[in-house]
T-cell receptor, first 114, second 111 residues
Framework: DAGVIQSPRHEVTEMGQEVTLRCKPI?????LFWYRQTMMRGLELLIYFNNNVPIDDSGMPEDRFSAKMPNASFSTLKIQPSEPRDSAVYFC????????????FGSGTRLTVV | GENVEQHPSTLSVQEGDSAVIKCTYSDSASNYFPWYKQELGKRPQLIID?????GEKKDQRIAVTLNKTAKHFSLHITETQPEDSAVYFC??????????FGQGTRLTINP
């Protein structure tokens, strides 16, 4: 398996622009998680899906952030409009059905908003 | 909800010595405890995990212990090597709930 695949690996955008991050979970995994990592705040869970349904979006910082999972093999995290404070590494992770399994993380997208 | 505290935040040890990182959790129903290693610029990767029906698990130079009564678990790395330098995260999970991560420990191995 190719693991969790994220794109792009790096994104540099200007403040005010829309940014879309993409994730393909491992085939057969039914839970998908979006995390943001910064030096100041560590690993923050933004939102997670179970069987394509959003379960907990309490970590989404504000209305500028939105996430979708239209099918079992694809999810997007969108920021519109982007701001410099959104600069971070965004990780997607997935996990298989069952209670006692950890998450497999993708390689992350390093976002820089200038 | 679950809360996971991790200590220390930074740890520096001499190559060849042992390193211990400790975590406490608040939800007595938590039953799954993974540890992740994140090297600089890389993704967090699962290195070892333990379930609540065992007290200790070993994999070569790393081991994890769990004390359910005290609600704490620890990562032990023996005979440390430079490639062990990384940030380590503990986590805890209860049933179908989400994993809750600790704040991370930056481990530096000094040659």
């Amino acid at each position: 398996d190719a693991g969790v695949i994220q794109s792009p690996r790096h994104e540099v955008t200007e403040m005010g622009q829309e940014v879309t991050l993409r994730c393909k979970p491992i085939s057969g995994h039914n839970s998908l998680f979006w995390y943001r990592q910064t030096m100041m705040r560590g690993l923050e869970l933004l939102i997670y899906f179970n069987n394509n349904v959003p379960i907990d979006d309490s970590g989404m910082p504000e209305d500028r952030f939105s996430a979708k999972m239209p099918n079992a093999s694809f999810s997007t995290l969108k920021i519109q409009p982007s701001e410099p404070r959104d600069s971070a590494v965004y990780f997607c992770a997935s996990s298989p059905p069952g209670h006692n399994y950890g998450y497999t993380f993708g390689s992350g997208t390093r976002l820089t908003v200038v | 909800g679950e809360n996971v505290e991790q200590h220390p935040s930074t740890l520096s040890v001499q190559e060849g010595d042992s390193a211990v990182i400790k975590c406490t959790y608040s939800d007595s129903a938590s039953n799954y405890f993974p540890w992740y290693k994140q090297e600089l610029g890389k993704r967090p990767q699962l290195i070892i995990d333990i379930r609540s029906n065992v007290g200790e698990k070993k994999d070569q130079r790393i081991a994890v212990t769990l004390n359910k009564t005290a609600k704490h678990f620890s990562l032990h790395i023996t005979e440390t090597q430079p490639e062990d330098s990384a940030v380590y995260f503990c986590a805890a999970k209860s049933g179908a709930q989400k994993l809750v991560f600790g704040q991370g420990t930056r481990l530096t191995i000094n040659p």
